[in-house]
């Protein structure tokens, strides 16, 4: 079933504003398989798996031609929370989400689809954040800052790898095949199990709460059709290091990544992103998004930086973001809770995950 609103003003264009379902109606994969600016974050499936995890609901606030084609759009998910506030979101748990845009669309699109968002935050009467940069936004005042980093990518693994500046890269990758590290990929839930398990301990590490064993799951369904993998390195047929990419029209995304600190003397994630960048290539892929960073984390900007990534500030947008709120997804969690993570056995890390990330998102 589709379930199409149309708003009752049209632009200047005849582009007309809707809020369509992404997971029913057909236009909306249309859009995004025909928007160059469109990643895995835009997929039904992606959208399907935040719906049922944690209970969002999640439209596409959209501009149509008259034949009702669409032209432009942008996911929002709808979130309630006694903790957090009422709030719309494009898109949780989604680093970069810009809207998707068509290639065809007119000029024009872009700027009436900012109108629709804004139409849209009016009625809901709730703060809007959007992650993604989006000019002309009427009543958008700046969010978070973040980095951004992004390695494209050539025909093959050779011109990606000529990227790579760093001697310390090319040295940690020959240092991993000389320990006999081995890097498989994988997109079954045992890999994802084994995912998980490294996932606790890296989280416990960080002091950041871990997301549910259900959600990581739930990115089986994912990978079946196509949308991702993980990454699993291997040494003595023991997992110490592993991630998560996620993969649609030209872009692989690393999600999440996690590691045994006792072998990072290994450099198995060194081994483990060149695999990465090597299977992407085989796959006709255009970049890999090596996704967000905390300004104040340089050791993880200046790792993704040394893979030869294109460095940019990333910054999301907000209307009417009347009041702060800390990022669950490991920026911003207060001091005295990390704290308690890291003192506390790895089941605490993932009650607290279970119990609050769907406040956040």
Same mark, same amino acid.
């Given at each position: ?16 504003? !809707?809020?369509? =379902?992404? +997971? *029913? /109606? %057909?236009?909306?994969? &249309?859009? $995004?398989?025909?928007?160059?600016? @469109? ?72 700027? !009436?689809?900012? =109108?629709? +968002? *804004? /139409? %849209?935050?009016?009625? &809901?009467? $709730?703060?809007?954040?959007?992650? @993604? ?229």
């Amino acid at each position: 079933m589709t379930l199409a609103i149309a708003y009752p003003r049209e632009g200047a264009v005849g582009l007309r504003h !809707e809020r369509v =379902d992404p +997971l *029913a /109606d %057909e236009r909306w994969l &249309a859009l $995004v398989r025909e928007s160059a600016g @469109a990643g895995p974050f835009h997929h039904p499936l992606w959208l399907e798996l935040l719906r049922d995890q944690y209970g969002f609901g999640i439209d596409a606030v959209c501009v149509a031609h008259p034949d009702g084609t669409l032209a432009a759009g942008l996911p929002v998910a709808r979130i309630r929370s006694r903790l957090t506030g009422a709030r719309l979101v494009a898109l949780p748990f989604s680093d970069l989400c810009p809207p998707a845009v068509s290639d065809a669309a007119p000029r024009e699109a872009l700027g !009436e689809l900012a =109108d629709a +968002l *804004a /139409d %849209e935050q009016r009625r &809901a009467g $709730v703060p809007l954040e959007i992650r @993604a940069p989006l000019p002309g936004l009427p009543g958008g005042q700046p969010g978070p800052c973040f980095l951004h980093h992004v390695l494209p990518l050539g025909p093959d693994a050779a011109t990606a790898q000529g990227r790579f500046p760093k001697s310390q890269i090319r040295r940690g990758i020959a240092k991993a095949r000389r320990e006999g590290v081995e890097v498989v990929r994988a997109v079954d839930r045992a890999a994802l199990d084994e995912f998980f398990r490294l996932h606790v301990r890296t989280r416990r590490h960080q002091g950041v709460p871990t997301q549910p064993k259900r959600f990581i799951h739930g990115f089986e369904r994912l990978f079946r059709e196509g949308l991702g993998w993980v990454a699993l390195a291997r040494w003595r047929r023991t997992t110490i290091a592993a991630a998560v990419f996620l993969s649609f029209n030209g872009t692989v995304v690393y999600k999440y990544g996690a590691s045994d600190r006792r072998h990072l003397d290994k450099r198995p994630n060194n081994l483990l992103f060149a695999e990465a960048i090597r299977r992407a290539c085989a796959e006709h892929a255009e970049r890999l998004d090596f996704g967000r960073t905390d300004p104040g984390n340089e050791g993880l900007a200046a790792f993704k930086r040394a893979w030869g990534s294109d460095e940019r500030e990333l910054s999301y947008v907000r209307i009417a973001a009347d009041r702060a709120r800390h990022e669950a997804e490991g920026v911003g969690v207060p001091a005295p809770v990390r704290t308690f993570i890291e003192h506390s056995p790895p089941a605490v890390g993932r009650m607290i995950g279970a119990a609050l990330y769907r406040h956040f998102g």
